[in-house]
């Protein structure tokens, strides 16, 4: 039977969600092209594989240059002979020390959470469409689904994100080319490390990485996770305004 993966690239997998996932599809006999700014990271990542048996790649990329990604995932892809699966899932969280409401506050965010993942994400849309099979995953957040205190910058483009794959899951039905958001809520990474906010239902990265895995093999619409934050972080969401903002003046500052 051949494998539904032969190659895979990942954004941001120099820690956190997508260093786990690296060395969790690798294992699974995945050849992986390891994406990010930190090249030594990369090459630690990648040594690890490959004296585990595995096959990986270092491809040092920023996202926020959407340009050039756009440029690398053609030449990887070409490489490769195509690329099986994308994972969009460089980010950033809030920047500090800024005023959450000012521009710099939000640039980072809004071009590596949203611009970046959608570089990624369609760079070889045609030539995938063209092959007629190909798996496209982008990292969004449970974030997503409503409005946050002092989380602007996260939340909105996040959400971006998550319209942005709905529209192409509708779009790309039976062209052979799936698509699946994934709605992470707490993962311990570095984004984390200095958060002042609570943290429920914290998960570990490798958790993370074996649970998305798992999922990603019947290519779902969506995977969102841990149970039951998931379900309260949409009922929430789903809340009358003026109820919903009730709760949320309750909710310390997502800083």
């Not at 060395?23 to 990542?45: D, M």
């Not at 063209?130 to 995953?137: E, I, M, P």
């Not at 934050?229 to 500052?253: K, S, Y």
Request: proline residues 6%; charged residues 20%.
């Amino acid at each position: 039977m051949t494998p539904r993966y032969r190659t895979c690239l990942i954004t941001g997998a120099s820690s956190g969600i997508g260093h786990a996932l690296g060395l969790h599809i690798a294992a699974q006999g995945v050849e992986v092209v390891l994406c990010a700014r930190r090249e030594t990271e990369l090459t630690q990542l990648a040594k690890t594989i490959t004296d585990h048996g595995g096959k990986a790649r270092v491809q040092v990329l920023d996202v926020a240059d959407t340009t050039r990604t756009v440029e690398i995932v053609r030449e990887v892809d070409e490489a490769l002979g195509g690329l099986d699966l994308i994972i969009a899932n460089a980010g950033v969280g809030i920047a500090e020390d800024l005023d959450p409401h000012s521009w710099e506050a939000m640039a980072g965010s809004v071009q590596i959470n949203f611009a970046g993942a959608v570089a990624t994400l369609s760079a070889v849309l045609p030539q995938m469409k063209s092959r007629k099979r190909g798996h496209l995953v982008g990292v969004s957040s449970l974030a997503s689904f409503g409005s946050l205190p002092g989380a602007a910058a996260y939340c909105a483009p996040k959400a971006g994100l998550s319209m942005f794959l709905d529209c192409l899951r509708l779009d790309l039905a039976g062209s052979g080319v799936a698509v699946t958001t994934i709605h992470p809520g707490f993962v311990r990474t570095p984004m984390l490390a200095r958060a002042q906010h609570p943290t429920p239902q914290l998960v570990e990265p490798d958790r993370a990485a074996a649970l998305i895995w798992a999922r990603l093999q019947d290519q779902p619409a969506r995977i969102d996770f841990p149970q039951p934050l998931a379900w309260l972080t949409r009922v929430v969401g789903g809340l009358p305004r003026f109820v919903h903002d009730f709760i949320m003046r309750l909710v310390p500052a997502a800083r």
